[in-house]
């Protein structure tokens, strides 16, 4: 989409960047390993499509993605940040994404996706910060109010992510596919309703009501925004 098209996000250690042409070519060679094929459930792409995928979530409305940088040394970072401490500080280690794939087009709705593709970068907190800054732009600024994450069955880390650490909960799992489904809601439908949110406990609707209000202190104080350049 075009609406972060030049927005930047500074947190704590993760910098969330539009995802631009000059990515694509490290995007590319990421997506060349079978895990993170496997992981993602992603088809492995030419160079060529690859920029034609950049351009598809650079253009379509309902596509909203941000490369996650992280500082060269792996330290949190220098705040405040400039775009040239950015661009000499910081190396690309992901990304994170949101499709508005409802099917009746309701647009309070996202699939959300995340991969720290650096290994030397994963389980040092970049992929829990990347997920708590895309859900609190997409919750402040794109009117979002549930998630899903499909998430292949064998991927514990995933899984352990967004249930213990963001408060999603299991929805439904597909046994052809090998995934299962998890959700994350702010609707509150009565109990009869088959609607986002229906099948959340009290508890876990308490979870995410709780999630959602530490989501928007972190966009206040805790993370900067600049302007692309
Ligand atoms: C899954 C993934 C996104 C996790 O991101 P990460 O930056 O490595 O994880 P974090 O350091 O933020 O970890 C946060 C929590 O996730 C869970 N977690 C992460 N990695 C884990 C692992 N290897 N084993 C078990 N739990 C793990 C833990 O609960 C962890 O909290 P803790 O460190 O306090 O125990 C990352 O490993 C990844 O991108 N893997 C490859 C691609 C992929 O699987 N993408 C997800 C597709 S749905």
């Known amino acids: ?34 895990f993170l094929q496997e992981m993602t459930a992603s088809e492995p792409l030419t160079l060529e499509e690859e920029y034609d995928m950049q351009r598809s979530w650079h253009e379509d409305d309902r ?4 490369i996650i940088l992280g500082s ?7 705040k405040p940040m400039t775009m040239t401490d950015i661009k000499n500080k910081t190396v ?15 647009l309070t709705f996202g699939e959300i996706e995340i991969m720290i593709a650096e290994e030397a970068y994963r389980r040092t907190g970049y992929g829990l910060e990347g ?12 009117g979002i109010k549930t998630f899903h994450a499909k998430i292949s069955m064998k991927n514990e880390p995933s899984i352990r992510l967004f249930e213990t650490k963001l408060a999603y909960y299991p929805v439904s799992c597909s046994e052809i596919f090998q995934e299962t489904t998890l959700e994350w809601s702010l609707q509150q ?3 009869d309703d088959e609607g986002y949110g229906a099948k959340a406990t009290a508890q876990q609707k308490q979870a995410c009501q709780a999630l959602h209000d530490s989501l928007m202190d972190l966009w206040t104080t805790g993370i900067d925004t600049l302007e692309w350049e």
């Open 1 to 34: 989409m075009k609406q972060n098209e030049n927005l930047v996000l500074v947190g704590s250690k993760a910098v969330l960047v539009p995802y631009k042409a000059e990515h694509v070519q490290a995007y590319h060679e990421w997506m060349t390993s079978p």
């Open 63 to 66: 596509k909203c993605t941000f």
């Open 72 to 78: 060269k040394t792996g330290a949190p970072l220098d």
């Open 92 to 106: 690309m280690i992901g990304d994170v994404n949101i499709f508005l794939n409802d099917c009746d087009d309701d």
């Open 131 to 142: 997920l708590k800054m895309m859900m609190a732009y997409a919750l402040r600024e794109l």
């Open 189 to 191: 439908p009565s109990n």
